[in-house]
T-cell receptor, first 114, second 112 residues
Framework: GAVVSQHPSRVICKSGTSVKIECRSL??????MFWYRQFPKQSLMLMAT?????????EQGVEKDKFLINHASLTLSTLTVTSAHPEDSSFYIC??????????FGPGTRLTVL | GDSVTQMEGPVTLSEEAFLTINCTYT??????LFWYVQYPGEGLQLLLK?????DKGSNKGFEATYRKETTSFHLEKGSVQVSDSAVYFC???????????FGKGTTLSVSS
């Protein structure tokens, strides 16, 4: 089946630093990937849609200069949280769009900003 | 706009009990419907899906039927196990196929 990986699975960083999270589709090509944020005991909030070779589409209220997304290849999208602050601490989940519009989710990345 | 409403949890059951988690939706057209499961500390896994009215999705003993007339996609399982303890999310794919809209999630806790 379609497998999506994320790296790292957990990261702790100091306030003011930048953190990059990778999302890879391991056995299929994904022209579209999605980035979600999940707060404790809450649902997933779509942050942005990442399209290979073009600029990401951000949802309303999501700062594109804060959350940089790059989809450089058909199997890799990256999310960089720039100048991270404690309020950016969250669980970030990516998904990759399959052939029939289904989404395959990565295992998530737990970001803690001190 | 499109939306998904799930019953609020937590749902607490004993092993082998019958499970129903209600899900209703509001959407343009006839969206594909999904149930995802999230185990503690993990990402989401697709549990089952249905792409058109009257379709029944099933997997691992879980079932859900796409009911157009009631705009519902309730999740059921005849006999839950402790290992089913997780958060369950109902979701729909918007008509353009560009976004998954999630419900708020329902926490299921099964005790032995």
């Amino acid at each position: 089946g379609a497998v999506v990986s994320q790296h790292p699975s957990r990261v702790i960083c100091k306030s003011g630093t930048s953190v990059k999270i990778e999302c890879r589709s391991l056995d299929f090509q994904a022209t579209t990937m999605f980035w979600y944020r999940q707060f404790p005991k809450q649902s997933l909030m779509l942050m942005a849609t990442s399209n290979e070779g073009s600029k990401a589409t951000y949802e309303q209220g999501v700062e594109k200069d804060k959350f940089l997304i790059n989809h450089a290849s058909l199997t890799l999208s990256t999310l960089t949280v720039t100048s991270a602050h404690p309020e950016d601490s969250s669980f970030y989940i990516c998904s990759a769009k399959g052939l029939y519009n289904e989404q395959f989710f990565g295992p998530g990345t737990r970001l803690t900003v001190l | 706009g499109d939306s998904v409403t799930q019953m609020e949890g937590p749902v607490t059951l004993s092993e082998e009990a019958f499970l129903t988690i209600n899900c209703t939706y509001t959407a343009t057209g006839y969206p594909s419907l999904f149930w995802y499961v999230q185990y503690p500390g993990e990402g989401l896994q697709l549990l089952l899906k249905a792409t058109k009215a009257d379709d029944k999705g099933s997997n691992k003993g879980f079932e859900a039927t796409y009911r157009k007339e009631t705009t519902s996609f309730h999740l059921e399982k005849g006999s839950v196990q402790v290992s089913d303890s997780a958060v369950y999310f109902c979701a729909l794919l918007n008509q353009a196929g560009t976004a998954l809209i999630f419900g708020k999630g329902t926490t299921l806790s099964v005790s032995s």
